[in-house]
């Protein structure tokens, strides 16, 4: 049976610098008994979703409709459980869990049966009259599953809910979640896991929907029909999650588009992280499986993209179906020294990079090899937008200097040639 | 088999708290029923016992008369500030208005209030007494509503989306999500309050109207009786019992107040440092207490909280509530504006009648005003300055002096000002080294306070490698210090200079020994024209007092503290 069904939403918050739209035609629907996962990097407008559901806010466009009937003001079917637990200090475990009982009006000794069962329920016992600053993480999230699960609701709604713990603290929580759930010990009939995980939604969902950002918008759904417990090892599992990498990367879908214009921009990569990835390769010698080395240096894959992506661009490494080798001027790269690192970034940031040599043109046709910040942002702000071209061109000055392109005076947010002049730039 | 469990809580019957609260209670009943002796003697309003057996009943009447004052501050910020936080339209209105209503001088706001309160009770002593009230509510409101309004905009958004999750109705949120969040703040800030209370008590409960004199029974009416009566020996024993009354209120009251509202702190790791208080621990003993909570309070509450839910259940049914919280949004508005142009319709009136000779007069004697706050905070700052920094950068020190610190910032230094004067009285100038003194010693605790807080937070790892580097000396200040402590700076300023205008009003302009003793200044001239029923001067005069503060504030201060956040915020950008 259809629970909650999403038509065609679009959403777009006004800033003074303009309007950015954060999801386009989102459609979807969740029916009794599943478990969904909406999965995507930061900025795909996944939480944003939830808050709709939620009736926390109000699509500019689009109607959700709540067991057939549309949803105005708050949704009462749904609780949700917080990244960062939103538990209130000032009460107790038991008073956190009950508060949600007081605001509907359940006499005293009722609402300290449920809380307590609730309480038993997620493992609290004994912890009742604590407050939530004694308590670990783990169980603070506690606390907020047994705040949500207490309402009953019939969707629960999960932000990132193990985002903000350790890795064993969540995994054994995302198990005893499961266990609650296929065990049938609380009355919730269906739940969306908000997630950046894809371990995690495979793991939990039997549907996932992927999203991506700028704006938001859904690119597939995936059946997920292994039955649980799942084994994370097996073919099957590991199968899928190399699959919904390569749809989320947009690789190799969508390969060719991205590389026509894959030099205009560059990622969100410093060069210490580049620097840091490619030697991390060169010591493993041979082929990374970059979900397995998002695992080991216990990334979260967005974080980790941008690294690949910028090293890739610059012709030190090359990613081929998710996995990550590096190419010979990646291998001597990793091995030379901090000079040669310098002079081999430099050859290869301006040979791949068009804005940068843009910019060592434009310094070198002013008299005084200077120009200013704003200058480099308003060209970039033809292209991106006021907040994208600002940090394109930290990034770019980051590189820059690295590589001794040209310097950057932070006080008077000014960009200019060091006192010895590119030759070999001027000669282009 | 079952265990007996002896608990000392049961056993003990009655605890310190219970006699403390009994005593208190005792003491305001006997009061009160004492009142009346007071107002049916010849209504000569300048007869005052000065004698010292009177002084336990008139620091009742004064406590009494701040309780009721905070009282009705409490609930003014609770409405001005929901007001001002959620509705937007108003936002606009209320806070630069809290802003001017900020700056304006205790004494100004008299002789409306009088006049207000006359026509409602005409010739009542009871006029008086919510005369008196009104002035020590408008000198320790401002300060607490600002808090107040700060802390609801600012509630993290996963608490207010929990909420709404959750269904928390309005009544159950502000009990549950506002008011806690608020606690803190709002209690630091009514200790200010208070303290800015006994600072301007004596101007509260003895004052001239167009040349009448008005006392009211109280200790700040007896200290103000006895310094212009030129009385030293009750001047003196006035002061010590109101420095009593201070430590007694920060022991039985502030104190228990600060460690219970630890748990209303925004943290979620326990911290290290807790304010304890044996105090708190008597009340928590309490069977008086106890039995009002759970028997009172408790099903109290619950019928409350209950009413509420099904009054917005049915709320949400009917449809019409918005509309109608629209046209009563619309009606507030409406009174607002009506108020705000009558009060501006009225002023300038009362303004353009002035001629110029006078507007030059208020022109040169707020510059001189000016002058000696700009002396007096220079003369705060170059003593706080070093020693704040030694006491905030050495916890042990800090340990020691904050408490020392605490009281003696809370002594009125009104009351100290006739002792002063005494000493200074024949020296030519007396009265200008004395208000800039007065000044002083009412503000530069701001300075002090702000400065420790400052220099507590200097990073340890900073202080580390500076001295591992060999930094010493003026190096050292222009390099970590400053840089450091450079908000905490700025916020102390603001708060000094606000007090030390507001402070002009009652150390320009006095009377000792039965003589008006006056110099060139803004505060003399609203004290004067308050007290001679010049409104025209009053208003100009208040005008330009609030006009001044606020320009300052906006011109100065604010770009300070701009540039303190680009420049010297430890967060890096």
Known sequence: MELLKLENINLSFKFPEGEVKVLENISFSINEGEILALLGPSGSGKSTILRIIAGLLKPQEGKVYYKGKELKGINHGVSMVFQNFALFPWLTVLENVEIGLRALGLPQELRREKALKAIDLIGLDGFENAYPKELS??????????????????????????????????????????????????????????????????????????????????????????????????????????????????????????????????????????????????DKEGPVDIYKLGEELLMDIEDLLPIVEASEILGLAEVKEGDFYLTNAGKKFAEADVLERKELFKELAIEKVPFLKQIVRILQSKSNHKASRTFFLDLLKQHLSAQEAEKQLDVLIDWGRYAEIFEYDDNKDEIYLPEVPLAEVKNE | MKRIIWSPITYRKFSVGDILILLFIGSIIYALSSLNTFYTKPSNPLFFDLSISKLPLYSIYSLIRMIIAYFISFIFTLIYGYTAAYNKNLEKILIPLLDILQSIPVLSFLPPVFMAVLTLFPGSRLGLEITSIILIFTGQVWNMVFSF?????????????????????????FWHLEL?????????????????????????????????????????????????????????????????????????????????????????????????????????????????????????????????????????????????????????????????????????????????NIWQRVLISAIITLLR???????????????????????????????????????????????????????????????????????????????????????????????????????????????????YLVTGGITAMGGAFNASIVSEYIIYNNKVIKTIGLGALITESSSTGNNSLLAASTLTMALMVVLINRLFWKRLFKLSEEKFSQIGG
């Not at chain 1, 992927?210 to 799942?230: A, Q, V």
């Not at chain 2, 608490?159 to 949120?173: A, C, F, K, V, Y």
């Not at chain 2, 044996?278 to 028997?295: A, D, E, M």
């Not at chain 2, 003696?408 to 020296?427: G, M």
């Open chain 2, 180 to 356: 806690p969040y608020s606690a803190i703040g709002l209690l630091w800030n009514s200790m200010m309050s208070i303290a800015g209370g006994w600072f301007f008590l004596m101007a509260c409960e003895m004052f001239t109207i167009t040349n009448q004199e008005f006392v009211l029974p109280g200790l700040g009416s007896y200290l103000a009786f006895a310094s212009l009566k030129g009385d030293l020996n009750k001047i003196i024993i006035g002061l010590l019992t109101l420095i009593i009354i201070i430590i007694l209120i920060d022991q039985l009251i502030w104190r228990p107040l600060t460690s219970w509202a630890q748990k209303f702190k925004m943290e979620f790791t326990e911290s290290e440092d807790s304010y304890n208080s044996i105090v708190l621990l008597w009340y928590r003993r309490s069977q008086i207490l106890n039995f009002f909570g759970q028997k009172i309070l408790y099903p109290l509450r619950e019928n409350i909280n209950q009413y509420f839910v099904e009054r917005y259940k049915r709320v949400k049914i009917s449809v019409s509530n918005s509309q109608w919280s629209r046209i009563w949004n619309k009606v507030i508005i409406f009174i607002i504006l009506a108020l705000l142009i009558r009060g501006v319709i009225g002023l300038g009136t009362l303004i353009f009648n002035l001629p110029l």
């Open chain 2, 373 to 487: 706050v700009v002396v007096a905070v220079i003369i705060g700052l170059s003593w706080t300055l070093p020693i704040g920094i030694k006491i905030g950068m050495n916890p042990k020190l800090a340990k020691v002096f904050q408490p020392i610190v605490q009281i003696l910032a809370s002594i009125p230094a009104t009351a100290l000002f006739p002792i002063l004067l005494i000493f200074l009285i024949n020296i030519s100038g007396g009265l200008n080294i004395a208000s800039i003194l007065l000044m002083l010693l009412g503000t530069q605790w701001y300075l002090l306070f702000n400065i420790i807080a400052g220099a507590i937070s200097i990073p340890k790892d900073l202080i580390e490698v500076s001295s591992l580097m060999g930094i010493k000396g003026w190096e050292k200040w222009k390099t970590l210090i400053l840089p450091c402590i450079f908000p």
């Open chain 1, 137 to 282: 993480g783990g169980m603070k999230q506690r606390v907020g599953f047994a705040r949500a699960l207490v309402m009953e609701p019939d969707i629960l709604l999960l932000d990132e809910p193990f985002s903000a713990l350790d890795v064993l603290t969540a995994e054994n929580l995302r198990n005893d979640l499961i266990e609650l759930w296929i065990e049938k010990k609380i009355p919730t009939k269906a739940m969306i896991l908000v997630t950046h995980s894809i371990e995690e939604a495979v793991y939990i969902a039997d549907r996932v929907i992927l999203l991506r950002k700028d704006p938001g918008r859904i690119i597939k759904e995936i059946n997920i029909d292994i039955p649980h417990w799942r084994d994370k090892k097996s073919k099957e599992f590991l199968d899928l999650v190399d699959m919904i990498y390569g749809i989320l990367t947009g690789k190799p879908v969508e390969k060719i588009a991205f590389k026509e214009k894959r030099h205009l921009f560059i990622p969100q990569a410093g060069v210490g992280a580049i620097t840091g990835l490619i030697e991390v390769v060169n």
């Open chain 2, 149 to 173: 309004y700060h802390s609801l905009i600012s509630i993290p958004k996963e608490l207010r989306e929990t909420s709404q999750i959750i269904g928390l109705n309005p009544w159950l949120r």
